[in-house]
């Protein structure tokens, strides 16, 4: 990536100019931020400079756009990249920002695969690079269970520092894959697997830089000398801390947890069913068991390609690059072991509680005809894990990337972009959106690979699309599906919990109840505390008063052909991303 030194020698039509930001004031505003963090952190970004295909990967990520892009590869290019050091310089970087009109799009690490990654939703934007500098566990506490993190700490660091510093005692909780960061993945209002797994929820306490740069901190964090700012979450007043989720209201530079401490014994399990039409059956007895606590985490129901895709690609199964239909997907569950639903849970405690929650467990998934049972043996020298021996580590927050596996499914350049509808626990919804998915993807081409899991009293269902980024029909067909499900699911009142940054703003317009009181309530707290519209403008589909209504929300493809015509005024950068964005 070219370092801010070679600012100069590039020429001001190669910038990747913001709206309503000459190269001059980018220049400026560049060469300032220099000043802020250190030249060496700070990087300028181009078309040219974007990091070749066959580079970036999950653990060398591109932040300058989306290393899973779905639109053009340039579509949500950044300008250029700052990483602060401390709290004190995001408040400075934010100020400049301010002074220059330069949009900043703060990531903790970046990797929200399937989502965007750490590109910005409006090209030109500079990425915050949070996580590369700012990454401390600052405080661990064994009394309260808790720690209290900076943004670039991730899964793998968190756990590898309770190991390495006398915190063996407490577990994490971390998601799928265990590369991004524990801050980030509960902004994104993401979620794991162990009793802790509602990221949101477990958190407890923020410090947050406005859009103005001014610092605050949430909960017990706003009384000076405060001694329980990481026990008790709401603290005096109203209750902030959720406005800065999944929103452009403030840049969190730490944040509070709560960990588990070791339950003290532990046992996941494996149930499998055989049959497609089994899906109602197990969503109705997860959630009758999870709502009585005799589940105590969220397991997950995952459909037999899923599982097939983690052991290898579509080809080491079949020769067919159609969608798989239903005797295939026998074939493949029974070469694999696993059924056409297999359900991966785990109880935590000792031993007398695991047996008595067991009794009733196994009571429950048996009735469904034809349903098998297995627990996590040890794996053995030189065998291939199982999706079972994976699941056991992450259900016991032991952080890997197990789950990456997939992706390749049919491409080695496989690529993912996720669809993540929410329906009550039932399992009339579980079936409904299920047969609404599969529909689609026949339709478009696709292998439906996916996963249902119960949160609390909600389904959360995980679909993941694999395409090939390189092959630019398969991308457009990828997009257009999940556009079209984006308004299937609405029609049936279901509504995605986090989307893609190229959907962010059809989501949006899809929570309208009340004329939109939603988004227009979000508009106006956006444009009260950020009114330059310098902080992660488009992120949710919120964007602020300056650049709202100029043509920056993306439309529907159908609607997109009739307004084609329509261009941002007086935005040469816009211009040229709207039509890159158009050639699909
Ligand atoms: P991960 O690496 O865990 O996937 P990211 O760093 O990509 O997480 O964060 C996911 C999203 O959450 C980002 O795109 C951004 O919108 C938001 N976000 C992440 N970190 C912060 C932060 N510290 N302050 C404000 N928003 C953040």
């Not at 930001?21 to 700070?42: D, M």
């Not at 994104?188 to 103005?212: I, N, Q």
């Not at 068991?289 to 129901?301: E, H, K």
Request: proline residues 6%.
């Amino acid at each position: 990536m070219p370092p801010i030194e070679h600012l100069a020698s590039i020429p001001d039509e190669t910038l990747i100019l913001p709206p309503d930001v000459s190269a001059t004031a980018l220049r400026e505003a560049l060469n300032q931020l220099a000043k802020i963090v250190g030249s060496n952190n700070v990087q300028v970004h181009t078309k040219e400079s974007m990091k070749p295909d066959d580079e970036g990967h999950y653990y060398n990520l591109p932040k300058e756009h989306d290393l899973f892009y779905i639109l053009e590869k340039d579509t949500f290019l950044a300008s250029g990249l700052v990483a602060p050091g401390s709290t004190e310089e995001v408040s400075q970087i934010v100020k400049l920002a301010n002074k220059y009109l330069v949009p900043l799009w703060p990531v903790s690490i970046g990797r929200n695969l399937g989502y965007g990654g750490s590109a910005p939703r409006l090209r030109g934007s500079i990425v915050l690079d949070l996580g590369a500098r700012m990454n401390k566990v600052l405080d661990v506490s064994v009394r309260d269970c808790t720690c209290l993190l900076e943004p670039g700490v991730s899964y793998f660091a968190l756990h590898d520092y309770l190991q390495k510093n006398g915190f063996k005692n407490l577990w994490i909780d971390n998601p799928d894959l265990g590369g991004g960061s524990v801050v980030g993945n509960a902004l994104d209002r993401g979620a794991g697997y162990t009793p802790y797994g509602e990221h949101f929820s477990m958190h407890c306490g923020m410090e947050v830089v406005l859009p103005t740069g001014e610092v605050m901190r949430t909960g017990m964090g706003s009384l000076p000398g405060s001694n329980t700012w990481q026990t008790f979450q709401y603290g005096y007043g109203p209750y902030p801390d959720g406005i800065f989720t999944q929103s452009n209201y403030g840049i969190v530079t730490k944040m509070g947890f709560w960990l588990m401490p070791d339950p003290g014994g532990y046992q996941s399990y494996l149930f499998t069913f055989q049959n497609d039409s089994d899906l109602p059956a197990i969503v109705e007895s997860v959630r009758i068991l999870r709502i009585g606590m005799v589940i105590q985490n969220s397991p997950t129901i995952r459909n037999t390609l899923l599982d097939a895709a983690t052991y290898g690609p579509k080809s080491d199964y079949t020769t067919s690059e159609k969608p798989l239909q239903d005797s295939e997907i026998d074939e493949i569950a029974n070469k694999i072991k696993v059924g056409r639903w297999s359900l991966y849970g785990a109880m935590y405690g000792p031993k007398p509680m695991r047996d008595l929650q067991w009794e009733t467990i196994k009571a429950t998934f048996m009735k469904i005809p034809g349903a098998k049972y297995e627990f996590a043996q040890p794996v053995a020298e030189g065998e291939k894990m199982s999706v079972l021996q994976m699941r056991d580590e992450t259900l016991r927050g032991l952080p890997n990337t197990y789950e990456l596996g997939w992706l390749n499914w049919t491409s080695p350049r496989g690529s993912l972009l996720g669809f993540s509808p929410i329906s009550p626990a039932s399992g009339f919804d579980a079936n409904k959106q299920y047969q609404m998915v599969l529909k689609r993807f026949q339709e478009f081409g696709f292998d439906y690979l996916g996963t249902f899991i119960v949160g609390w009293r909600e389904l959360h269902h995980i679909v993941c699309l694999t395409f090939d980024k390189t092959n630019p029909s398969e991308r457009k067909r990828a997009h257009r599906c999940i556009e079209a499900l984006i308004d299937d699911a609405a029609a049936e009142g279901y509504g995605e919990y986090r989307t893609h940054l190229c959907y962010m703003d059809q989501l949006a317009s899809a929570y309208s109840w009340g004329n939109g009181a939603s988004l227009k309530f979000n508009e106006q707290l956006k444009d009260s505390l950020d009114p330059n519209g310098i902080l992660a403008p488009g992120k949710s589909g919120v964007w602020p008063a300056r650049l709202r209504g100029r043509g920056f929300e993306l439309k529907r493809s159908t609607e997109r052909k009739s307004e084609s015509t329509m261009i941002a005024k007086n935005q040469p950068s816009n211009r040229r991303s709207i039509s890159s964005h158009l050639k699909l």
